[in-house]
């Protein structure tokens, strides 16, 4: 493709992602200053139809981009710094902010991404099997009250209180830290369970009345590793493609699905930033809409993913601009710790 080509492709899908309407000739040459014939431009839309990265629509004589004028697009056209002053310091004041678990993180980036963008956002933390347990304290809170504390190499604490009908003694609690920490100390947070469960009964001279409890609560905080975070799901409903009651409630669907969204989060490269137009998305329910991801980690450490899920008019350059910045700022602030 030559350069005036480009130019004009640009120029199509940045006036169509503005106004959502199909776009004309005249509209390019009075707007973007491309310093061309309204019929030299004529004549290249029809180029790039005939080549496929553009669509005519049927209602007027203006063109959309078609799934592979936005591929073309996202590959070489893009622009990355597509982000204010004020948004730059809009992001920054808000991961500065006190964070202590990867999960408060990951809700911060989710929901300031959403803000800016005004897509739906999803995320997850890192996932149990990549997260190493560096120390689980038992804390007496009371003679009959023991609070368990998980802490995992990325950063993740996870707390959780347990009750009891019978006295716990420090010495008991002194025991719990020395066989838990001996047992799952440098395992990956998955590996707490039924068959680590058993084995610390086995190994355990207390009653499975004390013992128990604190399996079921530790599940319950690896099972809450998986979960999905969700932002911004009304901001798609004021977008001109929602008028569809088809898309709409496939919207819905997707979002509803939980396994949906764990494969659409888990797809893709580390450390890049994925972009799945239409057909590209494996499955058939992301059909008529775009993903975006970007998986954040530090050194070999998984803090997670983060995505965004929109109709295919998606303002690619403004999206993948804010979420590399973010990505940038997480990074610099779990380097620093």
């Known amino acids: 493709m030559d350069d005036r080509k480009k130019k004009i492709l640009q120029a199509v899908i940045d006036e169509y992602v ?15 200053n491309l310093n061309y014939s309204s019929a030299t431009v004529r004549n290249e839309l029809a180029e790039l139809e005939k080549s496929g990265y553009l669509d005519k629509t049927h209602t007027s004589s203006g063109r959309v981009p078609s799934e592979k004028g ?9 622009k990355d710094d597509d982000i204010s002053l004020e948004e730059m310091k809009y992001i920054q004041t808000k991961l500065d902010a006190k964070v202590n678990e990867i999960e408060d993180l990951a809700k911060i980036a989710t929901t ?11 995320a997850i933390g890192p996932k149990p099997e990549k997260q190493i347990i560096e120390e689980i304290k ?3 809170l009371g003679s009959r009250m023991l609070m368990v504390v998980i802490v995992t190499d990325s950063g993740l604490v996870k707390e959780t209180i347990i009750k009891y009908d019978e ?7 002194e025991t719990l830290n020395n066989l838990f920490n001996a047992k799952l100390k440098g395992k990956p947070l998955s590996k707490i369970d039924k068959p680590m469960e058993e084995y610390i009964l086995a190994e355990i001279t207390y009653s499975v009345d004390v013992i128990k409890p604190i399996i079921e609560q530790i599940n319950r905080i ?3 590793a998986g979960t999905i975070y969700l932002e911004g799901a009304n901001k798609s409903f004021d977008l001109p493609e929602f008028k569809s009651l088809e898309l709409a409630k496939n919207f819905v669907n997707v979002l509803d699905e939980k396994e949906l969204m764990l494969d659409i989060l888990d797809s893709g490269v580390a450390k890049d930033i994925n972009v799945y137009i239409g057909d590209e998305n494996d499955k058939e329910e992301l059909k008529d809409f775009s993903v975006v991801t970007f998986k954040h980690s530090v050194g070999d450490k998984d803090l997670g993913t983060i995505g965004i899920i929109g109709p295919k008019r998606m303002n690619y350059s403004k999206v993948i601009s804010v979420m590399k910045y973010i990505s940038k700022k997480i990074n610099e602030s779990k380097k620093g710790e």
């Open 112 to 122: 300031t991404l959403s803000e800016i963008t005004h897509y739906t956002t999803v």
């Open 18 to 32: 503005s106004s959502a309407e199909p776009v004309s000739s005249s509209a390019l040459v009075e707007k973007y």
């Open 167 to 173: 006295d716990i003694t420090q010495n008991q609690v």
């Open 70 to 78: 936005y591929r073309f697009y996202v590959d070489e056209l893009i």
């Open 138 to 140: 038992f804390v007496l």
């Open 222 to 224: 690896v099972e809450e």
